[in-house]
């Protein structure tokens, strides 16, 4: 077939068809905002302490029966323990006072083994209260919420060969109604590990849903229209959903009814199966020429154009082109080297950015209101790195942000608790330049790669970010032991990735390489002096190249 841009340019740029796909498609991103990260309010955990049966203490040992400790300065309830509650009970019927005539650090302790007292002053019910996932099983809250990135790695792997071959709008709704029945399923768990196997099936069907919808809006739209949505379209659509997600979770405070209610919102898109078609280039690569015109000349009505008589005309064979893998990107050093700098900067900025996400329901101050800020400091930062994108340097914009990103979490270990203002100020920031980055990565990566291998190594990439993503909660656990501890580690490993970004090649004002000889001429840490490489090409003979020191690019020198 023929090019596709040019066989539909009497389509033109705008027009109704493109602004009613352009929206419709983007409605879709909102529910993945407001399914991703409901894990925030769902496995908050609330202040707590051990529970105290009814055993006729007098009313000083019933509130000194749960020793003081210290937690960041501040003396608190103990969580996890309490003293023994046989002694205290002869104790009380001894007459005895607490502090008076009773030294309570001499007191034995034991474990909460009557269960624990959760505050209702925030969450009504989470899975944290109802399955008790605190002191010794408290680990299990992070890795609940890993499981929703290892279900974004299984979907991000399989949801481009299920587009592929069934089509882009088929898995579009497909994902929509896995989305759909998982959350449904996951608001009914019995158990954590119900809860955790159903968060797998979330995440593999929002991954794929973004994906899907992403790839479809880029093959339906227009060129003008394609940048729209890729750069800010479906970034934007899918902040709404994270900013409506805080004032959902607020207004529902159990959390299998807030489950429930997320669920129920993906009906509202039933209707869309009507108004978004399928993307006319998937349809030609399968041979379905017809469909695809249909849905073109359906396209040029509403734009009121005139399509012409044949669209889509037959051309000359397209010679097989090589297939590649993995196998080539370890195969050079210089690609090599670029594709393991690009993999730590994924994973670093993925940390960052998920582990502010996560980490908004244990600042101080509502934790509703702090979602919302995090959401809400994304949508300046996609608008603005759109902007500068344009004209600015890659590899300093990138590392500007990184920089900013990562300084202001290590400044917060030295706000005192007196200015937590000052502190949630300076985290929103970091959101700002974490998502900054996100959006540079993203373009970078993608221009550095030539066409044979750029979805190979923008697969790897991806790949790098689960990894980066699934670890987390991980780092947000580290709190528990410190509240400083997740800022040093995530701000550390971002100030060095700016490092290793000032090693990468610029790609400014430079043509995207299309093969891997291309990408190897960059300038780097890794490919050492460059040299200019003459190829001598002569009748009946081998090509046969001659190396000599220079700075500029390949020549050919016929003879």
């Given at each position: 077939m023929g090019d596709y841009d040019e066989d539909t340019a009497f389509l033109g740029q705008n027009g109704p068809y493109f602004w009613n796909t352009?929206?419709?498609?983007?409605?879709?991103?909102?529910?993945?905002?407001?399914?991703g990260l409901y894990i925030v309010f769902v496995g908050a955990t609330p202040k707590h302490h051990c529970l105290i049966p009814d055993v006729n203490l007098t009313e000083e040992w019933t509130k000194a029966i749960v020793p003081l400790t210290t937690a960041d300065g501040e003396e608190v309830q103990s969580q996890c323990s309490r003293y023994r509650l046989d002694v205290v009970r002869n104790l009380s019927a001894q007459g005895l006072v607490p502090g008076r005539d009773v030294n309570l650090t001499d007191l034995e302790q034991e474990r909460c083994l009557d269960g624990w007292h959760y505050s209702k002053d925030i969450y009504r019910s989470n899975i944290v209260t109802e399955w008790d996932l605190v002191c010794d099983d408290k680990w299990k809250v992070p890795f609940a919420s890993s499981t929703l990135f290892v279900g974004y790695l299984f979907g991000s792997l399989i949801s481009g060969h299920l587009s592929d071959r069934y089509g882009r709008k088929k898995v579009v709704f497909i994902s929509l109604a896995a989305q759909c029945?998982?959350?449904?399923?996951?608001?009914?768990?019995?158990?954590?590990?119900?809860?955790?196997?159903?968060?797998?099936?979330?995440?593999?069907?929002q991954i794929s849903l973004y994906i899907s919808a992403f790839v479809l809006g880029t093959e339906v739209l227009s060129k003008t229209m394609r940048v729209l949505f890729t750069t800010l379209g479906a970034f934007l659509f899918y902040c709404i959903g994270y900013m409506t997600l805080p004032w959902i979770a607020y207004g529902i405070r159990e959390?299998?009814?807030?489950?429930?209610?997320?669920?129920?919102?993906?009906?509202?898109?039933i209707p869309l199966w009507w108004f978004i078609p399928e993307s006319p280039r998937w349809l030609i690569t399968q041979g379905r020429i017809d469909e695809a015109e249909?849905?073109?000349?359906?396209?040029a009505?509403?734009?009121?154009?005139?399509?012409?008589?044949?669209?889509?005309?037959?051309?000359?064979?397209?010679?097989?082109?090589?297939?590649?893998?993995?196998?080539?990107?370890?195969?050079?050093?210089?690609?090599?080297?670029?594709?393991l700098m690009c993999l730590v900067l994924w994973m670093a900025i993925n940390i960052g950015y998920f582990g502010l996400s996560l980490n908004t329901s244990n600042l101080s101050g509502d934790p509703f209101m702090n979602c919302f800020l995090s959401a809400a400091s994304e949508v300046p930062a996609?608008?603005?790195?759109?902007?500068?994108?344009?004209?600015?340097?890659?590899?300093?914009l990138l590392s500007s942000f990184l920089v900013i990103g990562g300084g202001v979490l290590l400044l917060i270990q030295f706000i005192p608790n007196t200015l937590q203002y000052v502190a949630l100020a300076l985290e929103m920031t970091g959101k700002f330049g974490f998502t900054m980055a996100f959006s540079i990565v993203y373009i970078y990566t993608a221009e550095l790669y030539p066409t044979v291998l750029r979805n190979v190594g923008m697969g790897m990439c991806s790949s790098?970010?689960?990894?980066?993503?699934?670890?987390?909660?991980?780092?947000?656990?580290?709190?528990?032991?410190?509240?400083?501890?997740?800022?040093?580690?995530?701000?550390?490993?971002?100030?060095?990735?700016?490092?290793?970004?000032?090693?990468?090649?610029?790609?400014?004002?430079?043509?995207?390489?299309?093969?891997?000889?291309?990408?190897?001429?960059?300038?780097g840490l890794c490919n050492g002096p460059?040299?200019?490489?003459?190829?001598?090409?002569?009748?009946?003979?081998?090509n046969r190249p001659i190396q000599c020191e220079a700075k500029s690019d390949v020549h050919t020198l016929p003879l």
């Open positions: 352009f929206f419709l498609l983007n409605t879709v991103f909102v529910s993945t905002g407001f399914n029945l998982s959350v449904l399923l996951q608001s009914f768990s019995h158990s954590w590990r119900m809860f955790c196997i159903m968060f797998l099936f979330v995440g593999a069907s959390w299998r009814t807030l489950l429930a209610v997320l669920s129920m919102t993906s009906v509202v898109y249909a849905i073109v000349r359906e396209a009505r509403k734009n009121k154009v005139e399509a012409p008589p044949v669209i889509f005309k037959e051309s000359e064979g397209i010679s097989p082109s090589r297939t590649y893998s993995m196998l080539d990107v370890l195969k050079s050093k210089n690609i090599r080297c670029i594709t996609y608008i603005v790195s759109t902007c500068l994108l344009r004209r600015c340097p890659r590899k300093a790098a970010a689960r990894i980066g993503s699934i670890t987390a909660p991980y780092v947000i656990y580290l709190g528990t032991y410190n509240k400083v501890l997740p800022y040093i580690v995530m701000g550390s490993l971002t100030i060095a990735s700016s490092v290793v970004n000032f090693f990468l090649p610029e790609t400014l004002n430079r043509d995207l390489p299309e093969t891997m000889e291309q990408m190897q001429e960059y300038q460059k040299k200019r490489n003459y190829v001598v090409k002569d009748e009946g003979r081998r």
